[in-house]
């Protein structure tokens, strides 16, 4: 049995106890802290079972019983924290982006290989039914040869312009989990980038700086092409589709609705709408992401999003950001040198 | 080239000779005849480059450049038209039913079988493009052994009360589609049915003494069990599904659409409604079943829907109303032998 | 919290004990009983927490901090366990069916009334998030007035001909889920049944005196008339399929798979088969029913699946099997006067 | 009744002939002229009545009894006959592309402007009952304000290298389609062009100096994206989809296949591949377009696809061409510039 502690215990910090409980049989949360530890978090973990909840996140690290800590505090934090844990002895899953600065991250990798200890980035994503049955069936072979993968995202609506303005841009908020299903999905590494963008969505974005659509196309190193197309809003729901095509065929998944029930009427033939957004969609793939995190722990074996993982679709999110601003192809190897990687 | 002449020039006389102009290489309409014969069928074959207009129908069976006649009169025409053509040498296609009264079908049958001319029926629905897949399917083995043979046919809208009186009922009007279907997709007969009525759609059906709504169940010699769903009305237009179980898997058909356009908008996900009725639906059909029958003559082959397959469904359709009227299962070889066949 | 006992550790049992350590959140199971029960099912209750392990049921009645009992033995023990239960005043979730035998069930009836307890039978589909959708639009009117309701029913493989010999028949053992579904989804009582029987996937379950495949037509208080297709056997998977057609639309659901993939390659394009069976299909469900049950006991609200909701499918399975004896429709009310109900 | 005369009755020649003989009402084709006329294309003439066979197309510019041209010579024909048709007061529909030739182009564009002749081409696929369906609810309003447009085309197998080498490049040759489907989809200008090309398919195809597969990235001037992706292969037959999203929903279409019948077996659940290519998929549109041609010379109005769009494409091809050559995002002001346009 594996202690956790759950440093942050906001949206995300909060489901990821919920499922630990309920589904990660082989862990549980024995500690939570967060700094604005109030007593609605303090109910939420007395009905989780959770024993013991600090403000000082210093607490959780100095327990001797605990071996793993959950990163769910803000994205800022995520970086000198997963120093100070896995100096402290503790593996460490960490909420994504590791962080928005290159040499942080780099930090972090070298920590990681010092320490000995597993380290997990949060790409849930990789852990949904839909995407790994995708994923399994290009690693099998099955499409063949790999020559064009596409990948729409989009978001039901837009996040707050406070939010905006801290995110990092698209690219390093939202865009980051596509450049890891591009990443997950061929098996490749991106090597150039190119990024068209356009705020079609709300000027206030514009105004905070960043784009709220955006096309972007990726050479692999295998030879294939990427393509993502995002956006910020949706009418309809959160859109999470993929493909993968090749010498062999096309493999493609689609929306997940809470009921398949279809409605014909009058006016047409109607199904339900996708599940709204990220918690309601990938819901079973934040209790897997932690589930898969245990295991790597018990068996000591490597963790499946590992601290490059974290770092790879970073650099293709700036290489992006660049392509926008410098309205070119960047190629990786460009951000790369940049960061003397 | 096959010189025709069609007796009958209202709605599916018209797509006949339209179906010929347009798709049927080998065989031109050199004539048509019609009781009724006004300006706006005249236009009509005009209009088709059909040179010879009659309000005789035995102007038609007198010209001896004529191989084929199309029967497209009303009902009670059906069988002694086919007689009489029969009779003067000519190659027949009768629209369904060929008769009401199966003492009637038995003489066509004879007059059929002496005459040594080609003989078929008007069921469209073998030629469609999604019921000649499922068949084919099934004939080829690759459900293996049946099992359930399910059958939706719902119609948009009820016909009017005048066209009830005189249709002979739902099973003879509507339901012998259907249950020829059971016969074409299975390639096996009818033992006995099982028929359940009500009406849903308009009470003023039932006070013409007909139903309108319908579930039959039919025990098949080959040892599966079909059932059918009918109904006159379905607010989503014309439902048309069929579904063939067995022992190596399962194959079903659904309705064809305008367009395939999905639109993803606010209140859910929509796609078009089915065709709205035959017409729009069958139309390609309609051309093919007659295409056939001048294959039929051209090749000397058989027609690939007989004058038995033209009797069958009726003999099917009043053991379907005798089960309603007597509230009980009913074999075929009992109306058979009421019909001394 | 509610601290419940659950009788029976078999599959079923373990099923819910898993249930309601996951995901119910006011109750616990403390205590388990089981005659056979052994160090498999020992390490499981200690696994998921249970304190209490029992051969004798008798402990778990006589424990005054048990609130609930949950009935998962043999069928045949569940209306004495019923009634024994709820006459030491425990509240009831009791699988499906509560017996074949009428006069049982009478029995059982009677005691839940005078005993005041909760009971809830085990008809998990309707805590299916696709039935439920159905049902929900159907109720809210969305259809219009019914008029067919079609469901199909077949399991992916027979079971052992053993138990086919005490199983009741597939009437009482199969079919009766998808008669407690016609009464859900129709919100009316069925009134009349005519079933056709056949044997198709194994001669064995013929000989045991039973049959695998049917088609069942149950004509409705409502005006509405439904049909049910059931196999014991399907090569694709657990076939889980219905529909309601009404004046204003017709709603239908289709089954699940473990992703939405769609692969297309020289041969077609292929999506994945339904989930395998119950257990993979409603485990969701399964946890939902006795959350449900749970919350009715906490807020003192009827349970959604009462008592009487146990005894009307098993008449209609009983009409149904005189319907196939005796080859003729066969009325509710004739059944319910031969037991005096 | 407008006379036509066909220019070229090679492939598409017969296809609009025979086109013209079955569904276009207010047409019949007069005479054809082939250099290479032999017993097949004078036997294919007699068998769709068309009376007049020539080698030598003058004789078809010289008959004053036909009104209107069809050009379906090889693509270094296209320009040079549209000016000597439209000067011999002849309305022309013309194959796609007017020519690889900007020059050529605009020259043919000025004829038309003198001659106040009808002047389509043949971009058939706005005729199609997907596209158009998507083209009308965009028209009308029914995603609101466009964001993104996306467009798949892959071919389902390669031409031969004789015919590459011929071809002018697949921007040129194959996604001269979708840029007018951009065009047409979204009603909008094409303003940039950002093209990344591989070869995936053949080697032989990048020797010939080609690629095989591309992605498109095009900037609209309505402030939408548009995002093209090519493959000159794809195993599982011809791939032509489309959607359009916007702000107030997406609107998507799929391909065609020639049954709808869905197979469900042991290894999965299998639907029809799409049609295989285009004279498959797209046979309704290609009578329909030289039926709006038609219908243009009659009620002399527009044709719905005017000399113009025969140039727009061409200009975002050569753009695109550009764009793989120098590896940059290009303007179309730019390619226009250099063409004095």
């Not at 995520?78 to 928005?100: T, Y």
């Not at 709300?202 to 030879?223: E, F, Q, S």
Request: aromatic content about 8%; hydrophobic content about 40%; overall charge negative.
């Amino acid at each position: 049995m594996i202690n956790i502690g759950i440093i942050g215990v906001g949206r995300i910090g909060r489901v990821h106890g919920e499922s630990i409980s309920k589904y990660v049989k082989d862990a549980r949360v024995k500690a939570i802290a967060d700094p604005f530890l109030n007593d609605s978090s303090k109910a939420w973990a007395k009905a989780m079972g959770i024993e013991e909840t600090y403000t000082d996140y210093k607490k959780i690290l100095q327990d001797p019983d605990i071996q793993a800590v959950l990163i769910c505090a803000s994205t800022d934090q995520h970086s000198p924290l997963s120093i100070e844990a896995l100096q402290a002895g503790k593996h460490v899953f960490c909420e994504k982006p590791i962080d928005h600065d290159v040499a942080k991250i780099k930090e972090v990798l070298d920590v990681v290989k010092k320490s000995g200890k597993k380290y997990q980035v949060g790409f849930n994503r990789r852990f949904d039914h839909n995407f790994k049955a995708i994923h399994d069936a290009v690693a099998a072979g099955r499409v063949g040869k790999q020559q064009i993968i596409k990948i729409t995202s989009r978001d039901p609506e837009p996040p707050s312009i406070d939010y905006v303005k801290i995110s990092g841009g698209i690219f390093l908020d939202m865009t980051i989990h596509d450049f890891d299903m591009v990443r997950y999905l061929s098996g490749s590494e991106v090597e150039e980038v190119y990024a068209e963008g356009s705020v079609t969505v709300d000027p206030a974005i514009g105004k905070a700086g960043d784009i709220d659509t955006a096309i972007i196309t990726l050479k692999l190193a295998n030879g294939a092409t990427a393509v993502i197309d995002n956006c910020r809003a949706a009418c309809y729901g959160y859109d999470q589709r993929a493909e993968v095509f090749g010498t062999e065929g096309c493999i493609a998944i689609s929306n997940d609705s809470d009921s398949n029930a279809v409605f014909s009427g009058k006016n047409g033939v109607m199904a339900e709408k996708p599940m709204f957004f990220f918690l309601q969609r990938y819901m079973a793939a934040y209790a897997a992401e932690v589930d898969s995190f245990v295991e790597a722990i018990v068996k000591d074996t490597p963790t499946l999003v590992n601290a490059n993982d974290g770092l790879a679709p970073v650099l293709i999110g700036l290489a992006a950001k660049k392509s926008v601003d410098e309205h070119r192809p960047v190629k990786i190897a460009e951000i790369r040198k940049q960061y003397n990687l």
